[in-house]
Every structure is written in structure tokens, then in C-alpha cells.
């Protein structure tokens, strides 16, 4: 039997086994991991797993007491990942998309490789037509333009393929925002290679992010799999272009499942590009925009100006002579307690939610807080 090394963490060699011991059901893995709570809890009743889940099916049943395949390719993909400076975020740990984490079908493990956080305040996503037109390269560069004067700090998403997807990392970076492409196969390799030099400055202001281990090739479905994270791991998703048909169309479908925002540019009346944008307006699947202006204003995020210039015109930190006593009780805990939960911060300020909610927009706006994912607000130093 494989037993992890020292230098291994145990829960992440057994999630990365458990991958590979359901047969590759990635839904059956994950309904084990949440109905035990960790890989290995899983691992620790496979002998026994009828008595713990009395509905796991006899086949997996038996595949689960036999670790010793999946444990050795588990303890090869460690050695990669730390060769590589790849992270794992396992879905029980903070590091995971915690947007991605509630959806019902989020991966168990991701293999990221980058410098952004996946939990900024302002996640969206940008998909559409591998075959972009001259039409979506504008869109695109104006939205990007006018988003960085609009909502200045906000995560950039999409799938690093051909056309809309490297379209938006590109002017993403240009325009200094962080950008993430997920990818449908594993970090041992770069599909399509020829967006190589783009995903390599996307290492220094982004990130590269997938659910596939190393040696997982770029197969139709991974595609189709992978455009569930983009969707699930966003606030919003912003179609560009689409043919009747798509990938683009699939990531909306997702995403509208997820009860995240769905938007669309539209296009000309017989645009063969326009089309599927056109027939998701009609029928209500997406929200119409025509610019960055629409699409922050029905996502309620015009506010990240004023708050960027507050932090940028610099607050006094050590004196906040403009705080009222409330506001100064909020800033001493998370100062000496660091980032708290709304929660934990009611109890610990002895302060009401309801006007603890208030205190806190409050703070924000003065620039003092930043509300982060999960209810969880850090201040700003």
C-alpha cells in the first residue's frame, strides 16, 4: 500500500487518488467527498463504505477497496505539481473559487498555476465564436477600455481558445487587469500552442487553471466540462459572439443554471456570428448590453471608482478622526483579528447586523474595508 511521504499533504494525495479510483466519475467522486467530508475519510471506510453510504453502488463499491493504482498516479502528479510550482485548491480549503464551490457539480481538486486571487470582489467571464469578426474585436476592446475606468479591479475569465476567449486575455493585460484561462486538458501541456506567449505573461498577472491531472489531452468533452468552472467560478458571463450554435451558448445555459448573470451583445439582424447572441435576447437567456456602462450599472458595481479613489487619495490609518466610536470598534478587531467573518464580527463588535451591515457600506465607501467572498471583510492598510 502507498503511504504519503512527509513532505506530502495527505488529504491532497488521497482527493487527487480519488479522482482516479471512481473511474474517472468525477460526480460520483464528488458526491463521496461531500457525504464523508474529506478524501481521506473516504479513503479511511474503503473497506466499509456500504455501512457509511448504504446507497454507494457495488461496482464503486469494490473499485474503492483497491487504492493502489490511483495512489502511485496521485504521488506522480504530486512530484509534478512541485516541480512545476503548480497549486492544488481542494475544495473544502480556502484557496478554491468559493463561488465555484457552491455549485453542486464543482471539481474536488483544481491544479492552478498563476499570481491572481480566484476570490477577488469582482469576477466575470468573456466567451464566444472561435471565430470572432472585426465586429467582436471592437466590442471587446472597448468594453475591456471602459471597464478599467469603471470597475478598475475586477478578475477576467475565459478559455484561452481561439478567437473571443485570447481576444479578451489580451486586452485584459493590456489594459492591466488580471485574466484566468481554463483549461480543458492538463498544465503538462498548452492547447492551442499558439496562444503560448500569452498564457506565459498570463503566469504574471493571472493565472492558468484546470481540473485535469497532467497527461490529459485536450478531448472534446474536457472542452464541454471545462466551461462549467468558467461559468460556476463567476459572478457574471458576458457572450460576445455566437453561432447558432456553440460552446459560448452551453457556458449561458450553465451559468443561468447556477442563477449567475447572463449577458449579450447584440448584433446585425443575419450576422451568421450574431445569431446565437440574437436568439438568447429574444428568449430571455441573456440580459442586453451594449457597453461597459450597461453591464456595471445591472451588476450594481459603479460604485468601485469611488472606492478606488478613496484607497488611492490614502486614508490615515493610525488616527481615522473621521470614524464615528462604532466604526473605530469595527476597525480595532479586524486589525487585530485580520479578516472576519459578518457572523463573527456581530458577536465579537456586539453590534446588530442589520446596522453592522450598514457601518460596514459605510467603511467601504470611505475606502477603511474590502468585502471579500464568503461575507468576509478585510481592512485596508
Known amino acids: 500500500m502507498t503511504v504519503p511521504s512527509r513532505n506530502m ?75 512545476h510550482r503548480i497549486r492544488p485548491l481542494l475544495l473544502s480549503q480556502p484557496g478554491y473559487p468559493q463561488r465555484l464551490a457552491e455549485c453542486v457539480d464543482a471539481p474536488i481538486v483544481l491544479f492552478y498555476m498563476g499570481s491572481a486571487d480566484l476570490n477577488q470582489r469582482r469576477v466575470l467571464n468573456i466567451i464566444g465564436t472561435r471565430r470572432i469578426t472585426a465586429y467582436g474585436q471592437d466590442i471587446i476592446r472597448h468594453f475591456i477600455g471602459d471597464l478599467r475606468s469603471l470597475c478598475p479591479q475586477a478578475l ?3 478559455g484561452l481558445a481561439y478567437g473571443v476567449d485570447i481576444c479578451a486575455h489580451r486586452h ?25 506567449d500569452t498564457a506565459k505573461e498570463m503566469l504574471r498577472q493571472g493565472g492558468l487553471l484546470t481540473e485535469y491531472m497532467s497527461e490529459t489531452r ?23 459572439e455566437s453561432a447558432a450554435k456553440g460552446g459560448g451558448l452551453i457556458t449561458c445555459r450553465i451559468a443561468q443554471d447556477y442563477d449567475r448573470h447572463v449577458f449579450a451583445f447584440p448584433g446585425a439582424v443575419g450576422a451568421p456570428y450574431s445569431e446565437g447572441c440574437n436568439r438568447l435576447i429574444r428568449d430571455n437567456g441573456a440580459a ?39 466604526e473605530q470598534t469595527i476597525v480595532k478587531i479586524l486589525d487585530e483579528m485580520g479578516d472576519f467573518q459578518l457572523n463573527q464580527l456581530t458577536v465579537k463588535a456586539n453590534i446588530p447586523i442589520a446596522q453592522l451591515t450598514a457601518l460596514l457600506f459605510q467603511l467601504e465607501m470611505k475606502g477603511v474595508v474590502q468585502p471579500l467572498a464568503g461575507g468576509t471583510y478585510h481592512l485596508l492598510k
Open 9 to 83: 499533504s495527505a488529504e491532497t494525495l488521497y482527493t487527487l487518488a480519488l479522482t482516479r479510483v471512481a473511474g474517472f466519475n468525477f460526480q460520483m467522486a464528488l458526491q463521496l467527498y461531500r457525504e464523508l467530508g474529506s478524501a481521506t475519510s473516504v479513503y479511511e471506510h474503503r473497506h466499509d463504505i456500504k455501512e457509511v453510504l448504504p446507497d454507494c453502488p457495488d461496482r464503486l463499491a469494490a473499485m474503492l477497496k483497491d487504492w493502489s493504482l490511483p495512489l502511485a498516479r496521485a504521488e506522480q502528479e504530486m512530484a509534478f505539481m512541485e516541480k
Open 288 to 326: 442586453l448590453i451594449t457597453s461597459a456602462e450597461d453591464f456595471v450599472q445591472a451588476m450594481g458595481w459603479h460604485t468601485d471608482q469611488q472606492l478606488l479613489r478613496a484607497k488611492t487619495e490614502g486614508i490615515e490609518r493610525s488616527l481615522f478622526p473621521d470614524l464615528s466610536a462604532e
Open 172 to 196: 485584459a493585460l493590456q489594459q492591466g487587469f488580471e485574466t484566468v484561462g481554463v483549461l480543458a486538458h492538463g498544465l503538462d501541456e498548452l492547447y492551442p500552442p499558439h496562444h503560448r
Open 156 to 158: 477576467i475569465v475565459s
Open 218 to 240: 485536450p478531448d472534446k468533452m474536457n472542452f464541454v466540462r471545462r466551461n462549467r468552472i468558467v461559468a460556476g467560478m463567476s459572478d457574471a458571463t458576458i457572450l460576445i
